[in-house]
């Protein structure tokens, strides 16, 4: 019944590593989007996917690379991971990509570099 | 540049007491507003989206207006299951691509 998943919901690793985190929605949305939550609640987009095709990338380290294989599936691939990496990264999803239809969240993935 | 800031940070309410939050923009044309809700924890969840001055759009004990440079979020008679963080976001119009800008929200709790 989950519309947008997200997987691991926490991801604890060191200074260095590299990581992924997944995402999935099964409610036929055309465009997927990445969003990172700070300390401080602030949400940003970090990127846009719509039918696979990448719309938004905002300023953001290239260390961070978006995957989708298919509409459904939204990856964020993280490098050489840093400390102001820690946050709380958001996968979306909406029916199209033109900006006037809501967006639907995921529950989250909790990221801490030690 | 486009700007969307929530007042207040963070609200204390009584059960019953009714208030009112608050989110300001500057943008370069509204193409749409978003309110959010988010619970400790758990993703944004969707609850309004408004399209022109003057839009007003209800949900139980909520209920979103909006002006040309602001939208206000009124809770009549609210609840302690209403106690979440209440977040605000813009699409501007000149934006084909879904990218929200989002204000830092308004955290309120409800005191029984």
């Known amino acids: 019944d989950t519309a947008v998943s997200q997987t691991p919901k926490y991801l604890v690793t060191q200074m260095g590593n590299d990581k992924s985190i997944k995402c999935e929605q099964n409610?036929?949305?055309?465009?997927m989007y990445w969003y990172k939550q700070d300390s401080k609640k602030f949400l940003k987009i970090m990127f846009s996917?719509?039918?696979?095709?990448l719309i938004i990338n905002e300023t953001v380290p290239n260390r961070f690379s978006p995957k989708s294989p298919d509409k459904a599936h939204l990856n964020l691939h993280i490098n050489s991971l840093e400390l102001g990496d820690s946050a709380v990264y958001f996968c979306?999803?909406?029916?199209w990509g033109s900006g006037e239809s809501e967006q639907y969240f995921g529950p989250g993935t909790r990221l801490t570099v030690t | 540049e486009d700007q969307v800031t929530q007042s207040p940070e963070a609200l204390r309410l009584q059960e019953g007491e009714s208030s009112s939050l608050n989110c300001s923009y500057t943008?370069?044309?509204?193409?749409?507003l978003f309110w959010y809700r988010q619970d400790p924890g758990k993703g944004p969840e969707f609850l309004f989206t408004?399209?022109?001055a003057g839009e007003e759009k209800e949900k139980e004990r909520l209920k979103a207006t909006l002006t040309k440079k602001e939208s206000f979020l009124h809770i009549t008679a609210p609840k302690p299951e209403d106690s979440a963080t209440y977040l605000c976001?813009?699409?501007?119009?000149?934006?084909?691509?879904?990218?929200?800008?989002f204000g830092q929200g308004t955290t309120l709790q409800v005191k029984p």
């Open positions: 409610l036929g949305h055309d465009t």
């Open positions: 996917y719509n039918n696979k095709e």
């Open positions: 979306a999803s909406s029916p």
């Open positions: 943008v370069s044309g509204l193409r749409g």
């Open positions: 976001a813009v699409h501007p119009r000149g934006s084909n691509t879904g990218k929200l800008i």
């Open positions: 408004l399209y022109s």
